[in-house]
């Protein structure tokens, strides 16, 4: 027991019981080490039948004690050794023997019972009775055919033989046809067969009775009967011929008006009344004073009443009644149910001590009551007379017991319908505590649950049981621990302090017995990361990860197993296995739908376990759908039904509905419709004249799921054409023709045979009537019509059912011609050096002769300024789209003089062109000096010799030369700079240079206005000064960018302080071996260089190729409205409008004003400010220039 705390006070529980013995007159269960009385603990059932297709009949009999049992057998009340039997088999330490079929069994069949005894007394069995059935027969018989007046009653006999039953009686033909029974006809409880009356049809020679036990599969059959039923004399009169006489009821079965009828609780009760007459009688049933039970069931046509299970309550008297028109029969049932013997309780086996009363008590019921008889060890009570032992009402008294009381005691209840025995085992002894639970057990807690540790005990008189712990004089004391009857100790929420040995101690009035445990308490197993729920997409890797804590003396018994469903999943590590676990995770490849359920991770300790389950579902996309039906079919609609697939998890968003058809497109499925996902109908429109077969496929989150079987096919009546031609285009190719095109119908849409298209057209400024011409092709063309003037035009679709809706009218023109007129009052302003601004006036639209397409610039330069020679360049061109008076050309060669003329155009083409315009543009910066190079490198000096620039692009003043010190280090020297005023140096010469040092060269050309890009070159000073031969040493060609700019300074000598060279001292350099190993490197050194050399010259050109794949040809996309301009350069130079900015401030006048500063509004621009033209030649080759704009300098 355990006492609860209360405020103020601890209870302290001291655990000592007194229970974990037998008190006295309490029922048992001795262990089998303390000597004991024999218990039967198994036995036959009372009925044992031996089945004919059985191999063999074990009689058994076990029974347990101490010492161990013998065993003897009687039959028939008789002595019966199975033992001296050869053909009987018997069992070693066992009362069952074995009756082999094999042979006559019916020496066998009897009444056995088994005795099981040892020198404290003996038990007996039950009786069991072994029963060989016979194979049941009917006698060979003959039997003479039943005559029978028609009308008349009659009854064939069936008179089964005996069986095991149950049985069950058939009557049927010799062909296996079973006899019709109805209200005339009927069968029997007892397998007769009853006539209500005779017809004509009840003849027949084949009348058998068939009889089945099905518990040993056996049917037989009766010799067959034969009926003759005598029909009316033929030479009566014609009303009573064929007539039967009514006649009232009178019962077949049962006989007289009244019966009894027994039975035993749980049977069924049926009762029967089959009755004869004509007409033929109806059954009715009573019970006499109360109502039928709820129960009962009628049955063979209300002749049968059936009790189910009966009950002490449907007893009673019962009354059935025949009754036709002319009266009626009844008869009387009164029904007893009677009860086998039932235990009210059995008598009980008992440990009792030496010299104190024993009452053993058994009662029993029954109808009739049952008799109640004593045995002593198997012998009737009256046999062994005791002084000390009274009987009285059912109840044996043991006054004073002694040692020598101790017996099997047994009460045996019986009436006629069966009969109970109970052994009861009665033990007088004193005995001291014998512990029976092993010593020195190790048990194993985890840490907050409970353990429980045993020490069971079996003594007389009881023991009192004690536990302590590490060898204390005093019990274990607390809530957390309780002493249970059996002796077990129970510790709650055990804690690490709990650890330790401990011992049960037992002790009585005969002495005392103690064993000792040993309790370690382990740390709990405890899942630290769980699984989580997942969704994954179906045929990916699912990754489901567990980790768990435990105590770590488990470190060989720790288990971590995965479970699916609550089903272990079994690992096996092959090629094909789709489970694989490492480190605690789980991998599921290939995930399937049969991978979807409850994952459970298991952590196992031989103490304790924790798990941890994750729902894992599968994604897939949607089922295809299923049992699509067609319904409210009508002339252009039709209602789809669908059953949805499993959606797998995702949701379905959609359906989609598709379609094919059988003239157009065999085989090609279409969209027709989409329908949310939640809808699963849909009504769909369609066509006339078309063959429709349809099919469903559901969307989800995962994609588009298959598609389900199509629908039977479906085909509309043909119809009148729903739309027109959509799409209509008027073009006018030539200037007397009018060309109409349009998007014919798909032929889906036609909705019957037969498709002509009416084409209508006037002329919209002269209010005339319309012209009509029916096609079949989707164009027709217009002749004979003046040039560019407005027309109408409608489009009408027709089949054999008739047109389609009025169509909308279209306007569209005739024919173009070339325009007649140029642009007026064409004038120049030049914005910079590069860019012209154009102006001009437009030409009025009678003059176009069609739709304006815009304008074109024609461009050509006649000279450089710098010198007077005209040399006529390439002509170039621009084209701006749209309406509009003013243009900009950018890209022209600085200084120069230029000439243009302006022109419109439409769709035929070209207008006249303007009269010329000439101009002249300003000085810019020239161009990069095409040559530079280091011609002769000295200790001290370097010779530099460039080419003036092709395109000085004005007036050559100079040029800008700068150098610098960039030995290999991440430091640079100052920057030098020279300016050289005469245009015509293309030499110079660089002095006082630092010995064995890399330098680089910068050189511009000069005009006006600025310098130009820069060149550069590299090279390295000699150590010692050399000939011309080894001038070269050093040279390279650089690629290094352009160095920060300067502005122009005089010439400012340099110094090895301020260029920061390195000297290079004396010694080595005067010694003869190290001139010649000089010399030697300078010749190597100038090898390498010129092949440097020759290489570059090679490289650097232009290549019109790249610009053109840079820039493909925007002519060949058309005139739209993103185009602002065309540029052709039929010499494919490249565009010099563009410069890299120098490394110095340009100077004033420098020619990189800015086009949004000229420009016109109307100027298309990319959003960082750049131009966009399109450039187009001669040779129909486009180079796409993009001008960044600049800041414009004031002149």
Known sequence: MRLQRSPGEVAVLVLITCVCAFHTTTAIDIPLEVEQLPTITAQSPSSLIAFPFDESFPVTCEAKGNPEPEFRWTKNGQEFD????????????????????????????????????????????????????????????????????????????????KGIPPLQIYWMTINLQHIEQDERVSMGLNGDLYFSHAVEKDSRRDYCCFAAFPRIRTIVQKTAMSVIVKTKKSDMSPETANAILDRKPSLLTPSGDRSEVKLVKGEDLKLECIAEGFPTPQVKWVKMGEQLPVKVKLENHGKLLIVPAAEQDDSGKYMCKAENALGKAVHYFTVTVEEPPEWVFEPESQLSMIGSDVSISCSARGTPQPTITWRVNGVPLQETPAASRKVSDGTIVLHNAKASDSAVYQCEASNRHGSLLSNANIMIMNLPPMILTKDGEDYSAVEGKGVMMHCKVFSSPPSTVTWSKDDSSESVKGLRFTVHENGSLEIHSTEKDDMGQYTCLAKNTEGSSALDAMLYVKDPTRITVAPEDQQILIGTTAQLSCLAEYDKSFSNDFELLWEKDDMEITLNYTENSRYLVEDGILQIINVSHGDQGVYTCVARTPVDRDSASALLMVLDVPDAPENLVLSEHKSRSVKLKWIP????????????????????????????????????????????????RFRVSGVNAVGRGPPSEPTERYKTPPAAPDKNPENIKIEGHLPHEMDINWEPLLPIEHNGPGLEYKVSYRRQDLGEGWKEHMVKRHSFVVKNTPTFVPYEIKIQAKNHQGWGPEPKMVTGYSGEDFPSAAPDDVAVEVMNSSVVKVSWTRVHKDKLHGHLGGYRINWWRLRSLVNSKKSHGDKHTLTFPGDRNHATIPGLTPFSEYSLIVMTFNGRGNGPGSHPVNFKTPEGVPEKNPVFRVTDVQKHTVSLVWAPPLEPNGILTGYLLEYQLINDTEEVGPLQTIDISNPETTKWILRDLEPLSKYKFYLRSCTTVGCGPVVSEECTTTLETTSTLASTVGLSKSASPSPPSTPKSPVTKPTRSTIGLASIHGGISTQGWFIGLMCAIALLTLIVLIACFVNRNKGGKYSVKEKEDLHPDVESQGMNDDTFCEYSDNDEKPLKGSQHSLSREIKAGDSGDSLVDYGDEDAQFNEDGSFIGEYAGRKEKRVSAEIKTTVQTPA
């Open 645 to 692: 697939g499993d959606d797998h998890n995702s949701s379905t968003t959609e359906f989609i509905i598709s379609y094919e058809e059988s003239q157009w497109e065999p085989g090609n499925w279409k969209e027709l419709l989409r329908v949310p996902g939640n809808h699963n109908s849909a009504v769909l429109k369609l066509h006339g004249h078309v063959d429709y």
């Open 82 to 161: 199975p033992s001296l039997d050869p053909r009987l088999m018997k069992e070693e330490n066992s009362g069952t023997f074995v009756i082999p079929n094999n042979g006559n069994l019916t020496e066998y069949q009897g009444t056995y019972r088994c005795y099981a005894s040892n020198k404290l007394g003996a038990a007996i069995s039950k009786e069991i009775e072994f029963i060989v059935p016979h194979v049941p027969k009917f006698p060979k018989e003959t039997l003479d055919p039943v005559v029978v007046e028609e009308g008349q009653p009659f009854t064939l006999k069936c008179d089964p033989p």
